[in-house]
């Protein structure tokens, strides 16, 4: 497994490999989530390429910047075990040396849910995405649907860009509880992890209810807040059930695949989760 550090030399390898390339950029502590996409890019790509980068482009509070793990010596021991071919893993004056000026914003998929509750995210993640891309120039690229409005913003920044890449869209995978696989989860307190499945549990009831018919998203969001709530430390942050490709909010659920989502915070670490649901 090479590592790579610095722009140069990662473009001098990328030059003597051919076929397809897949990457699958992280901000490291990587858990099962994660290695399920490696293994799906092994199984369908030639070269496999992992970013581990910490971004704080994306952060709009400095504690959770400061709070986010790291487990660099963990990860590369993971990545050489799953045989990736080659891992970059830039430090901040690579990524963003002190005279860059220009950034990455997509303008509309970016304001709702995630873009409103962390003011500039999307931002960060475009720009490093769209910096990463030009750097790797992968042929494939997998993202998690948990992180369902990243993967949006993604497809439609690949889109706009023209960049020519595809992106695999991966299932979401969770622990035996049932709590979505998150770096985050790893700074849960063992008593908040052990409850942390109350999402989900929230999620799989509004589920219950869109198959029973249910079309009201206050009815829906009302089932899942009450199920959360029934922990007191767990506080919402929002609830959203929209039109799952222009992630427009809905009232009467009429369109033909919604996305219901979740955000939480719980002793000071947010999650999500969330589910789409077609009819
Ligand atoms: O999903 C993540 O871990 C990050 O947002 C990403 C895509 C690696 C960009 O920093």
């Known amino acids: 497994m090479k590592i ?5 030399s990662f473009r001098d390898w990328r030059k003597s490999q051919s076929g397809t390339i897949g990457f699958i950029p992280t901000m490291g502590a990587l858990h099962e989530g994660h290695l399920s996409l490696i293994e799906k890019s092994k199984r369908n790509c030639n070269i496999t390429v992992i970013s581990i980068f910490v971004n704080p ?5 400095i504690q959770d910047l400061e709070n986010y793990p790291n487990k660099t010596d963990d990860d590369l021991l993971k990545l050489k075990l799953k045989k990736v071919d080659a891992v970059f893993l830039p430090n901040k004056s690579i990524m963003y040396p002190k005279n860059s000026s220009t950034i990455v914003q997509e303008l509309t998929l970016s304001n709702s849910l995630e873009g409103q509750s962390r003011p500039g995210h999307f931002k ?5 995405v769209s910096k990463l891309f030009n750097i790797i120039k992968p042929t494939h690229a997998y993202f998690g649907k948990k992180d369902a409005q ?13 960049f020519d890449i595809e992106i695999i869209p ?3 995978l969770r622990e035996k509880s049932g709590l979505a696989f998150s770096s985050r989860n790893q700074n849960l307190a063992l008593e908040y992890r052990k409850k942390a499945n109350i999402i989900k549990k929230g999620l799989d009831l509004a589920k219950i209810s869109l198959n029973n018919g249910e079309k009201s998203a206050t009815i829906l969001k009302n089932i899942i807040s009450s199920k959360i709530n029934s ?4 506080d919402i942050i929002y609830i959203s059930v929209a039109e799952s490709n222009s992630l427009k909010e809905l009232e009467n659920i009429q369109a033909k695949e919604i996305l219901i989502s979740v955000a939480v915070k ?3 670490i947010r999650l999500i989760d969330n589910f789409t649901y077609s009819s």
Not at 4 to 8: E, H, Y
Not at 231 to 234: K, L, S
């Open 170 to 172: 991966c299932k979401t």
């Open 150 to 162: 990243q993967l949006r913003i993604i497809q439609r920044m690949v889109q706009d860009l023209n």
């Open 57 to 61: 482009l994306q952060f709009n509070n």
């Open 266 to 268: 719980i002793d000071g």
């Open 4 to 8: 790579f550090k610095d722009i140069k």
């Open 231 to 234: 922990e007191p430390e767990f």
């Open 124 to 128: 960060g993640v475009t720009t490093i």
